[in-house]
């Protein structure tokens, strides 16, 4: 059996070595040439555990091949971007693209499946509709279905096999089709439903992720506001046997969380309204620790800060959606100098340096931006020394404020405000 995976980023390529890897003919597809020639080569474009070696191992065996258009096959999988625009919608551009590519190459009993995340009604209006161009009838000759990814960056390969997958066909056969040929590798349970409601799970599950952070993070900014430890609060709270409180930050990035909660909105915007303002308040975060960052270099003059962490969280690369880069436009507009350390991400940003060190010589805060654990470990002391002024802003919870305070840095974690008490406790 042949499998043609349609889009080779953080999801389509893993999954296409994923089929790969159980004996699948594969060949991926991608727009963009320097992917495909990096693949090509073994080297992947992404970073994830395991997948250099499991690439390179599928491409010697001759079970994964690459190019820039699509190929005959017995299955399409659909796994291209879905960004939002500026005005807050989403764009299927790609997913119609990439059915228009495969419609020359459909023949009679191919299955389609999109893992794409959607709008609600996206399968109807564009997979059927550019199906109905092969002349095939859809759900007879032709078998269509949602099954959309719900994996970890960092546990990818980990996740494709052990969480349980949602497959919403457009018909029993489609799911069932579908359902059969993920059991190749998916140990979890598969639970079949139509696919419009599969468009629903997924951005359900991440709606619900945002909305608990964004009360995360408004508890967090009211404590800094009364004087309490929003962290130790929410510990405390979620020892109640039905509550279970998400952790603050600067914000929310990724290309689900930060993304899907809009595509809801957009079916229905008159009935959305906890969204829209779970949506405003994570977006509005970073905004809020930039104003901090003001506020504590406020008499400096000319103030220097040292941003750790791009990507959107920790232990990762991928910086996408990620809040550092609205505090990072923040600090432009007020013409603040600062620099960039991130050890996982490499970007084209002149103010990142490549050391801790160069980082942080000469400023006046550290911006404690992501939770990466190497973090923890850096030498404060030495760190000390190189700056000018010794504040830190921890908007992760990560680092050891007794020990900070020991060293003499100014200490600010995010949803701790100054008591307006005397504590109770030493």
């Known amino acids: 059996m042949k499998v043609c995976v349609m889009g080779l980023g953080y999801i389509g390529l ?22 495909i020639n990096s693949l090509s080569l073994k080297k ?4 994830e555990p395991g997948l250099e070696e499991t690439l390179g191992h599928v491409i010697e065996e001759g079970n994964l091949s690459f190019s820039k258009e699509p ?24 997913v119609r693209n990439a059915m228009e590519m495969i419609v020359p190459c459909v023949k009679e009993g191919d299955l389609i499946i999109l893992e794409s995340t959607v709008p609600p009604g996206t399968v109807e209006k564009v997979m059927i509709q550019e199906l109905q161009k092969t002349g095939l009838k859809v759900g007879e000759e032709v078998f269509v279905s949602h099954s959309p990814e719900r994996v970890l960056p960092g546990k990818l390969f980990e996740e494709l096999v052990s969480n349980d997958r949602i497959v919403g066909g457009i018909n029993q056969e489609s799911a069932d089709r579908t359902a059969t040929l993920y059991k190749h590798f998916v140990k979890g349970t598969i639970h ?4 419009k409601t599969a468009e629903m799970v997924k951005l359900m599950e991440n709606t619900y992720r945002d909305v608990n952070i964004a009360l995360a993070n408004e508890l967090a900014q009211i404590s800094d506001q009364l004087g309490c430890d929003v962290w130790e609060a ?9 509550v279970n409180i998400h952790q603050p930050g600067p914000g929310v990035g990724g290309h689900c969380i930060a993304v899907d909660p809009w595509f809801l909105h957009e079916a229905s915007p008159d009935k959305a309204k906890l969204i829209e303002t779970a949506r405003r308040i994570n977006d509005e975060t970073p905004i809020y620790v930039g104003g901090l960052i003001e506020q504590i270099t406020e008499f400096i003059t000319k103030p220097k800060v040292a941003l ?10 991928d910086m996408r959606e990620s809040p ?45 931006l992501t939770e990466h654990s190497a973090f923890k470990e850096l030498d404060y002391k030495k760190l000390y020394e190189l700056m000018n002024n010794h504040n830190i802003i921890d908007t992760k919870n990560v680092l050891d404020e007794k020990l ?10 995010v949803g701790k405000g100054a008591s307006q008490v005397p504590y109770l406790f030493s």
């Open 308 to 317: 750790l962490g791009l990507a959107y969280k920790g232990n990762i690369g």
């Open 324 to 368: 550092s880069l609205k505090v990072i436009s923040y600090l432009k507009k007020l013409n603040v100098e600062y620099t960039i350390y991130d050890p996982y991400v490499e970007s084209k940003m002149e103010e990142q340096v490549s050391t801790v060190e160069e980082a942080v010589n000469g400023a006046d805060c550290i911006i404690m």
């Open 234 to 242: 929410i510990r405390l709270a979620n020892f109640h046997p039905r």
């Open 404 to 413: 900070l305070c020991n060293i003499g840095f100014q200490y600010k974690k």
């Open 192 to 195: 079949i439903t139509d696919a």
């Open 71 to 94: 190929e005959e096959a017995d299955a399409f999988i659909i796994a291209v971007p879905t960004p939002i625009t500026k005005e807050k919608k989403a764009n299927i551009d790609y």
């Open 14 to 35: 893993p999954t296409a070595v994923m089929f790969a890897s159980c004996g699948f003919r594969v060949h991926g597809v991608d727009i963009n040439q320097e992917v």
């Open 44 to 47: 992947p474009h992404i970073e």
